[in-house]
């Protein structure tokens, strides 16, 4: 059994009640792969954070769920972001009263969440209940512990999957008045929410951001996709490579298979190709990182980015064109460590480190890479002095 802690809040402000607590009160002992621990926080900008960060520490979980009450929202609101800012409209339960205050100056502005949130909003919707994924979690204390909570995962758990639901006043507490959910049904959301993360993979989600030892199983997987990926290709693809840290033994990295397809251009068939099989395409990832010496090309780094299918194991698919500097570069980095296991082991020992003394995960490949490419001018002179090809 996987562990979970969920929390909810005591009531604030002039709520008699805290639903969030309420529900999370009413939730079974275990729900799907994972046994619950529930935690109740207060309002308090200062000691909810302590509290929560307290259980991480003595359970050592793989799920974290915050709960709060937000009073004008008549659905389930799964929180997609936290920001870097505390600006109260009331006093918490202890009378502060931040206004415009950064929460960490060393941390980034926001973090997304690292819960299913689409997922969980399907299921609670298709249950019947109410549901929606929210851009704001507030400027008050529900944000507040979201923010840090993240801002814990990306630094210290990155295996732990993390976030915040809001969920709205019952009807009790207006008098049946005004609009509400009734707590047995917040209750059934949040069941939902846990059950979602169990048939989610916590393990696939939490190694991404985890250098890990080489696993000889690697190369096989890759044959598997690789296998699928040639069928739904077709002639489009003119050859698919492993590559990346994953393919070169004995090299330690993240647990995410690299995958090369080149193909003679980027067609809006092979895009057509690529989305009936699953994958997306990232509207950002449109370049490779260029190394310093060769910037006055940029269009010769240009490629495309598909994440996995949902459910898939993760891996990250770069589909780049025959003869560009950015097809060669990955080939010739891979089969120069595969032929200098030294070279590797000092690479492996890099990303370790890097990994683990950055304080924020999303700067890793901005240091990493021109790293890589100390190694890739080494790779290159091997590379004519043996006359290489890519096979
Ligand atoms: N809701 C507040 C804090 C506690 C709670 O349940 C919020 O949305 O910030």
Known sequence: MSIAIITGFEPFADCGVNPSWLAVSALPASVGSFTLTRLLLPVSFEKAFGRLEEAIVACQPDLVICTGLATRRDSISIERI?????????PDNEGYHPIERRIDYSAPDAYFSCLPVRAIC????????????????????????????????????????????????????????????????????LQLAVEVCSDHSTHWQGSKR???????????????????????????????????????????????????????????????????????RSEIATSDHIPACMSDKPHEWQKWFFKAPPGQRPTNTHVRIAGRANQRYPLLFRDFLRAHPNYAKSYGELKKRLAANLANSRTYPDVKDPAVDLIYHAAENWAARICWQSE
């Open 82 to 90: 936290a920001i870097n800012i505390d600006d109260a409209r009331i």
């Open 122 to 189: 399907e299921k609670i919707s298709e249950a019947g209940l109410p549901a929606a994924i929210s851009d704001s979690a507030g400027t008050y204390v529900c944000n507040h512990v979201m923010f840090r909570l993240l801002h814990l995962i990306a630094n210290r758990y990155p295996k732990i999957l993390g976030g915040f639901i809001h969920v709205p006043a019952t009807p009790e507490m207006s008098g049946n008045k005004g609009p509400g959910m009734p707590l047995a049904d917040i209750t059934r959301a």
């Open 210 to 280: 985890r250098i890990v030892e080489y696993n000889p199983g690697w190369p096989g997987e890759f044959t598997e996709i690789a296998t699928q990926l040639h069928s739904g290709l077709g002639n489009l693809a003119l050859r698919i490579d492993h590559i990346g840290s994953t393919s070169v033994p004995e090299l330690a990295a993240k647990d995410v298979i690299d995958i090369q397809i080149t193909v003679s251009e980027l067609s809006d068939q092979l895009l057509a190709a690529m989305t009936a099989m699953g994958y997306t």
